[in-house]
């Protein structure tokens, strides 16, 4: 029986499995073909178990559990609490159990790209996984001191200025003597490793492994040539898989503890960013931008672009759900905003989103422009002080209150939206006709319209969780559900509504984007 609720949310009663059962079907459903999959979408600052349920034309979702991600500095060096992590995707697992909606199907977990865990011939962590925040300079210069920028972006197609690369992460690790890396017998980046502990299969996923500088897009393989070069250890780098493999199941023991089915686990895009692009609705000529802790802007291609114009122009080839490119600019996104809040929440200012995009709505417009991918604004801690401090040193007006920083920090990241356009109209060879931007960042409606006016191209939003869409709509594909992207992005038009914005070009915006060129040479 099929008990449809107002949320739209299924629940399906099922018949216990006899003891003499075969193994979970996937393929067998009552009455009506739906399917139950979660999505584990995790930023860098929050992560959610997202119900999806899918009827072959439509997916409804629900939010199941939310809960904090925070690095954490031990000892000057930046972690990730994965033990916390992984017991959080069990609390959203019991939840899915606790609401009553019969078996599950399959599950994915996306993250944010280059961080990874390193497991000892065990099966175990060797040491706490470190965080990306941790990249400087002199990580860079270490490895091109070695191989030449050119070099590096022939190989893998990725922005060679990027301090928190894996590349770059591991080769510091090399430096130090790390000993968690000398006894490491398998490298997995953050969903897989996630995965590994719910499933124990191993395995890296194509799109997150694009990210990392150390994937040869030509190749199609991990860049041996580099990882010799530097004296990493080839035997930590596991197969890639293209996206939508089914990797395995859940553990016979956690299905036990959480009383759930041996649910499979598809390797779905496992870079936040490719699944959020998977779920964007756009048609024709248009860019994407995917707006979170990073915002990155980019296009969609087959072959990977390795020309040295787009590498002065700073864009990284990242993988698509369908074996393709995505180049794209990583740009600093709403991490300033998000360091911002936490300054001021220390001072004991409490204030909610809405209330600083209030504040930023009554502040003066386009008095002071930063680079938001100047190099002091990587780091974590003083975020308010770096931006009047960029402000000064470049002789603008200092932002000095909460609406005054705020409509700062989201008037240049407009401007660098239309930065990133330019450059890939320039690689494309033709005009980009709108911007499409999906993730938690298009709930700010005054950042969506000043990337409209900033660029002079309609911007169309949605959906808010994009890369939850893209992560559930992937399961259905390796389910076979779904045939390809075409009826993927299909299904999203028929499951989500969109906002449009016009734009409104002034003069105003000119001035304030010459003056952005200006200050990233």
């Known amino acids: 029986m099929i008990i449809v609720e107002k949320s739209n949310i299924i629940k399906r009663k099922t018949a216990p499995a006899a003891k003499s059962a075969k193994p979970f079907a996937l393929c067998v459903k009552e009455e009506k073909h739906v399917r139950n999959m979660i999505a584990f979408d995790l930023g860098a600052s929050n992560g959610r178990a997202i119900l999806g349920q899918f009827d072959g034309k439509r997916l409804a979702m629900r939010e199941l559990h939310r809960f904090e991600n925070n690095y954490i500095e031990m000892n000057g060096v930046f972690y990730w609490d994965t033990p916390y992590l992984y017991n959080q995707l069990k609390q959203g697992l019991l939840a899915f159990r606790q609401g009553g909606f019969g078996d599950l199907d399959s599950f994915g977990i996306d993250t944010w790209g280059v961080d990874y865990g390193l497991l000892d011939r065990n099966g175990h962590l060797a040491g706490v996984p470190r965080s990306y925040r941790l990249g400087v300079q002199a990580d860079i210069d270490a490895v ?38 000398e006894m490491a017998d398998t490298l997995l980046l953050t969903p897989d490793l996630l995965g590994y502990f719910l499933t124990g299969a191993v395995g890296t996923e194509y799109t997150i492994a694009t990210t990392t500088q150390l994937y040869n897009p030509t190749a199609r393989d991990w860049d041996w040539e580099t990882i010799d070069q530097l004296g990493l250890p080839r035997r930590i780098f596991t197969r890639i898989e293209p ?108 204030l909610s989103w809405d209330d600083i995009v209030r504040e930023a709505q009554g502040a003066p417009a386009l008095q002071s422009i930063i680079d938001t991918d100047s190099p002091e604004f990587y780091a974590g801690g003083g975020m308010e002080e770096k931006i009047r401090a960029f402000c000064r040193r470049t002789g603008q007006r200092v932002p000095e209150t909460v609406g005054e920083t705020a409509r700062c920090i989201y008037e240049s990241l407009a ?32 950042l969506c319209q000043m990337a409209a006016d900033a660029t002079g191209r309609p911007v169309v939003t949605g959906p808010i969780e994009g890369a939850a869409m893209g992560n559930l709509l992937t399961q259905a594909m390796a389910l076979g559900d779904i045939a390809g992207l075409d009826e993927l992005r299909d299904v999203v038009r028929h499951s989500v509504e969109v906002d449009t914005y016009t734009p409104n070009q002034t003069p105003e915006w000119e001035k304030a984007y010459e003056k952005l060129l200006a200050l990233m040479k």
């Not at 401007?415 to 709930?443: D, F, P, T, W």
């Open 415 to 446: 401007l660098k939206y239309r930065s990133a356009i330019e450059g890939l109209e320039r690689m494309k060879g033709e005009a980009i006709s709108s911007l499409n931007i999906v993730g938690g960042g298009i709930q700010n409606k005054l």
């Open 144 to 181: 091109t001191s070695r191989i030449p920028r050119e070099t590096l972006y022939q190989r893998s197609g990725i922005d060679t200025v990027l301090t928190f690369n894996t590349l770059y992460q591991l080769y510091r690790r090399k430096r130090e003597g790390d000993a968690a890396l």
């Open 243 to 350: 996206s939508g493999t089914i990797r395995g199941r859940l553990r016979p023991e956690l299905c036990r503890e959480l009383g759930l089915n041996p649910a499979a686990f598809v390797a779905v895009g496992s870079h936040d960013t490719a699944s959020s692009v998977a779920a964007i609705p756009g048609r024709g000529s248009f860019a994407f931008c995917s707006s979170g802790t990073f915002s990155l802007v980019g296009m969609e291609v087959e072959k990977p672009v390795l020309d040295a114009q787009a590498m002065a122009d700073g864009f990284s080839n990242e993988g698509t759900i369908q074996g393709g490119f995505r180049p794209l600019r990583n740009i600093i996104g709403l991490w300033l905003i998000q360091e911002c809040r936490r300054d001021w929440m220390k001072a004991g200012q409490n």
